[in-house]
Structures are given as structure tokens and as C-alpha cells.
């Protein structure tokens, strides 16, 4: 499996003076453990770390660098924000190895503008932006990827219907991806429509009572 490098310095554990110190060099505090490893405190530079977290790189698998010593295979597992600043505080990584099946929030991505908008007066929402899959490393998508172009209106697409690859679904199967639902210039005209076949039934039947009298 192909590792981007992350360069990481140890720092000592369960010292909140030594982290407040290092958020304020410009480092986030974090922890790389996993596989029954023991827990190394180490800490990265909040640049790399915008990197490694920007749009599409979430689940990028990793080497942390620890004060230079590569090996150290890793993803990132879950992470802490400042509620206001949006900064973030803190960061797990967890130790990874290429048979060893890991559980992550991949992004949706849909692409193409659907049938049922483009010429049926349709609405597309997309309900869900990430879904949870169990992968080994190597198997874990960058994104789920969905042409959507020939989606026609009145359309409720579920996760269990996605090509997934080697991965497997962890998010409930009917979870929604997206809906394409009628306009309301479409929902208007089929309420009309409706509307003058109930009229028409109702005149039939007048008559039908009328004959009967």
C-alpha cells in the first residue's frame, strides 16, 4: 500500500503545559496507538495537518514520521475542534496494517445532472454526505463516486445500492443518498390533473344517478 509521509515529533504524555505549548508554536497535540501497540504522545504542525485533512484526503493512509524515524503506518481515526476558532485541539491516528480491515467515513461525490431535473422539471437533493465502510487500507476509495445523469424524477436512491468494491457498507443499508422529486410546476400540473379526472368521475356519476331517477 502506498504511504504519504507525515512528519511527527514525540512529546510527553498527559502533560496539558507541554500541549498548551505546543498548540501555541502552531502544533496540534495528538496520539498514535492501535494493534495492541502501546500509545505513543506525539505532535504535528497544524500546516501538515490542513494538508492531510483537506477535502478528499481524509482517510489518505499515512506514515507518521516520529522525530525521523519512518514505519509508522497510520490513518486518521478521529480528531477534536475548538467550537468557536474551529481549530482543532487534538488528533488520533490509528496504527494500521495492510490485513487489517478498518472502519471510515468516506465522501459522496455525485456527478451529472439527472434526467428527471434536466427535462422533467425535477428537484435533486443529496441526503447524505459520507457513508461508513469497513476496508483493508488499501481498499479504502479516496470517494464514493455516482454518475447520476440518467435518474429520472420520483427517484430515492439507497446506500445498498452503491458498487462499493472490497469495501462493505457499516451505515445502514436504507440510508438515503439522494432524492430527485417532482418540481412544483410538475407537482402543480399532476394536482391538476388529479383534480379534473376527480371532476369528471363526479360529473359520471350525476349522471348515472340522474338516469337512474
Same mark, same amino acid.
Given at each position: 500500500?502506498? #504511504? =504519504? ?11 496539558s503545559?507541554?500541549? *498548551?505549548?505546543?498548540? /501555541? =508554536? ?5 496520539? &498514535? &496507538?492501535?494493534? *495492541?501497540?502501546?500509545?505513543?504522545s ?6 501538515? #495537518? +490542513?494538508? @492531510? ?7 489518505? #493512509?499515512?506514515?507518521? @514520521? $516520529? !522525530?525521523? /524515524?519512518?514505519g ?31 472502519? @471510515?467515513?468516506?465522501? $459522496?461525490?455525485?456527478?451529472? $445532472?439527472? @434526467? ?12 447524505s ?6 476496508? /483493508?487500507?488499501a ?7 455516482? !454518475? $447520476? ?7 430515492? &436512491? &439507497? ?9 462493505? #457498507? ?7 443518498i ?9 407537482a402543480?400540473?399532476?394536482?391538476e390533473? =388529479?383534480?379534473?379526472?376527480?371532476? +369528471?368521475?363526479?360529473k359520471?356519476?350525476v ?7
Open positions: 500500500m502506498q #504511504l =504519504t509521509t507525515l512528519n511527527v515529533k514525540a512529546r510527553i504524555a498527559g502533560s503545559r507541554e500541549s *498548551g505549548r505546543a498548540r /501555541k =508554536t502552531g502544533n496540534v497535540p495528538a496520539i &498514535y &496507538y492501535g494493534n *495492541g501497540s502501546e500509545a505513543v506525539i505532535s504535528v504542525s497544524e500546516k501538515d #495537518l +490542513e494538508a @492531510v485533512l483537506a477535502p478528499g484526503k481524509r482517510y489518505t #493512509l499515512l506514515d507518521l @514520521v $516520529i !522525530d525521523g /524515524k519512518g509508522n503506518p497510520a490513518i486518521v481515526h478521529q480528531y477534536q475542534k475548538n467550537n468557536i476558532s474551529q481549530k482543532i485541539l487534538h488528533i488520533d491516528f490509528l496504527k494500521i496494517d495492510a490485513d487489517t480491515p478498518v472502519s @471510515v467515513r468516506v465522501p $459522496i461525490r455525485l456527478s451529472g $445532472i439527472p @434526467v428527471g431535473v434536466k427535462n422533467q422539471g425535477g428537484s435533486l437533493s443529496q441526503e454526505l459520507y457513508l461508513k465502510l469497513s476496508a /483493508k487500507p481498499d479504502i476509495p479516496a470517494s464514493i463516486e455516482l !454518475d $447520476i445523469s440518467e435518474m429520472p424524477t420520483n427517484t430515492t &436512491y &439507497y446506500a445498498e445500492k452503491l458498487d462499493l468494491g472490497k469495501a462493505s #457498507l457499516l451505515s445502514p443499508k436504507r440510508t438515503v439522494f432524492t430527485i422529486s417532482k418540481g412544483r410546476a410538475a402543480a400540473e399532476a394536482t390533473e =388529479t383534480g379534473d379526472k376527480k371532476k +369528471e368521475e363526479a359520471k356519476e349522471k348515472k344517478e340522474a338516469k337512474k331517477k
